[in-house]
């Protein structure tokens, strides 16, 4: 079954203490990318890949970090967490005929 | 830069009622439009799309018509039942960002018995 996972699902933290949500998919996308979803706000991009190796920035890339080091993982990492990163993420792959593909999401609360 | 913009919810509507949901756009060019949907709890599932003007996207019952001169995409369906209630969002993917969709806000469905 052609599918995006997320780990964990929800995380509560504390300001600063550094974390990592991962994301694999199983269909050999070449394009993954990172999602933030607020309330008012929809969701907007933080970062995407093209390729092993290949990163660039979205929208809102501040106070992130990802990693491309295999074609199935896209691992998105918060150095220093704080309270405005409190969101839902979700992980998304995109087919070559430009459907995109969203993880189950990962509920972040950063205290 | 592209932009959607969609109505506010939530929309209350009893069972068997007509949706409309209404998303206009701003893009650079002919972009390609989707509806995601998203249930409690969960991700979003690409729900229709369409790809140029006047295509009309379906799923499910619900229909979308690419409108190129109103710049619009809204999303309707014929009579909504309790399982329909989600929340629906409005995307375009601009013909110079593959990697990218830019979502509208998101409008929330509750249907009643």
């Known amino acids: ?25 199983n269909m050999n996308h070449e394009y993954m990318s990172w999602y933030r ?19 660039d920035k979205g929208d809102v890339p501040e106070g992130y970090k990802v990693s491309r080091k295999e074609k199935r993982n896209f691992p998105l990492i918060l150095e ?15 087919g070559q005929a430009g459907s995109q593909y969203f993880g189950p999401g990962t509920r972040l609360l950063v205290l | 830069g592209d932009s959607v913009t969609q109505m506010e ?3 209350t509507l009893s069972e068997e009622a007509f949706l409309t949901i ?3 756009y701003t893009a650079t060019g002919y972009p390609s439009l989707f509806w995601y949907v998203q249930y409690p709890g969960e991700g979003l599932q690409l729900l229709l ?7 009309k996207g379906s799923n499910k019952g619900f229909e979308a018509t ?10 309707e369906k014929g009579s909504v039942q309790v399982s329909d209630s989600a929340v629906y969002f409005c995307a375009l993917r601009g013909k110079t960002g593959f990697q990218k969709l830019v979502f509208g806000t998101g409008t929330r469905l509750l249907v009643s018995p």
């Open chain 1, 37 to 55: 979803q607020d309330p008012g706000l929809g969701l907007r991009q933080i970062y995407y890949s093209m390729n092993v190796e290949v990163t």
């Open chain 1, 80 to 94: 220093s967490p704080s309270p405005n990163q409190t969101s839902l993420y979700f992980c998304a792959t995109i």
């Open chain 2, 22 to 24: 209404n998303c206009t």
């Open chain 2, 49 to 55: 799309k369409a790809t140029k003007a006047d295509d």
């Open chain 2, 66 to 75: 690419y409108r190129k001169e109103t710049t619009s995409f809204h999303l």
């Open chain 1, 1 to 25: 079954e052609a599918q995006v996972t997320q780990n964990p699902r929800y995380l509560i933290t504390v300001t600063g203490k550094k974390l990592t949500v991962t994301c694999s998919q």
């Open chain 2, 9 to 11: 919810g939530p929309v």
